[in-house]
Antibody, heavy 118, light 105 residues
Framework: VQLVESGGGLVQTGGSLRLSCAGY????????MTWVRQAPGKGLEWVAN????????YYVDSVKGRFTISRDNAKNSLYLQMDSLRVEDTAVYYC????????????WGRGTLVTVSS | SYVLTQPPSVSVAPGQTATITCAGD??????VHWYQQKTGQAPVLVVY???VRPSGIPERLSGSNSGNTATLTISRVAAGDEADYYC?????????FGGGTKLTV
C-alpha cells in the first residue's frame, strides 16, 4: 500500500490550490479516504473525508464552504480543492486510508506542504 | 464539539513504562485510536479500537479505555519510542484528534 500526495506549493491569501493523492497497492474504491493537515510545529488536524461511493463527505468547520474533497476511483485518486486560502491553512497535508469500519487511518502518505502567504 | 485532552509531554527513563492519557467526555463509549509520529515523518497507527495492535506493532504498546480516559501504555521504553503520540476518535461524522503528547526518553 502506498499513498502519494502532490500539488502543494506557495500561494497567496485568497488563492486556490488542488491537492491530489494517488493510491497504489490496494483496491482504492473500497475505502473511505481522508485528508489530515499539520501546521508547522503543531498537532494533527482532520480536514475532510469521503465515502467510497462519494455519497458522504464531511469537513472540519474551518474549511466548510472553501474546501471540496472528491475522488476518482477509476484513477485511484483522491483530491482536495482548496479555495479562498488563508494564512492559517499553511500546513503539511496528508492523505490517509480509513481502515475498514473503524475510522482509524492505517496508511498515510508522506504529505505535501501548502504555504499561504499574505 | 468533542474535545480530547492529552498531556503535552511525558518523560520516562529507558526500560521504564510510559503512560499517555487521553481524556474526553465518556470516551469509554467510543473507539479510540493512537498514532505515533516521529520527527519529520508521517503518523503511524499503533493501536486502533482501544486496544488492537496493527500488524508489526510490538506487544510493548498497549491500549485501554474506560470512563473518561483512554490510555496508551508503552512498556520497556527505548530511545526509538521517542515521538509524538496522538489519540483520535470518530464523533458525530467528524474526526477528532487530541493535541498530542511528546514522549521524551
Amino acid at each position: 500500500v502506498q499513498l502519494v500526495e502532490s500539488g502543494g506549493g506557495l500561494v497567496q491569501t485568497g488563492g486556490s490550490l488542488r491537492l491530489s493523492c494517488a493510491g497504489y497497492g490496494f483496491t482504492f474504491g473500497t475505502y473511505w479516504m481522508t485528508w489530515v493537515r499539520q501546521a508547522p510545529g503543531k498537532g494533527l488536524e482532520w480536514v475532510a473525508n469521503i465515502k467510497q461511493d462519494r455519497s458522504e463527505r464531511y469537513y472540519v468547520d474551518s474549511v466548510k464552504g472553501r474546501f471540496t474533497i472528491s475522488r476518482d476511483n477509476a484513477k485511484n485518486s483522491l483530491y482536495l480543492q482548496m479555495d479562498s486560502l488563508r494564512v492559517e491553512d499553511t500546513a503539511v497535508y496528508y492523505c490517509a486510508r480509513d481502515w475498514v469500519g473503524t475510522h482509524s487511518f492505517d496508511h498515510w502518505g508522506r504529505g505535501t506542504l501548502v504555504t499561504v502567504s499574505s | 464539539s468533542y474535545v480530547l485532552t492529552q498531556p503535552p509531554s511525558v518523560s520516562v527513563a529507558p526500560g521504564q513504562t510510559a503512560t499517555i492519557t487521553c481524556a474526553g467526555d465518556n470516551i469509554g463509549y467510543k473507539s479510540v485510536h493512537w498514532y505515533q509520529q516521529k520527527t519529520g515523518q508521517a503518523p503511524v497507527l499503533v493501536v486502533y479500537e482501544d486496544r488492537v495492535r496493527p500488524s508489526g506493532i510490538p506487544e510493548r504498546l498497549s491500549g485501554s479505555n474506560s470512563g473518561n480516559t483512554a490510555t496508551l501504555t508503552i512498556s520497556r521504553v527505548a530511545a526509538g519510542d521517542e515521538a509524538d503520540y496522538y489519540c483520535q476518535v470518530w464523533d458525530t461524522n467528524t474526526v477528532v484528534f487530541g493535541g498530542g503528547t511528546k514522549l521524551t526518553v
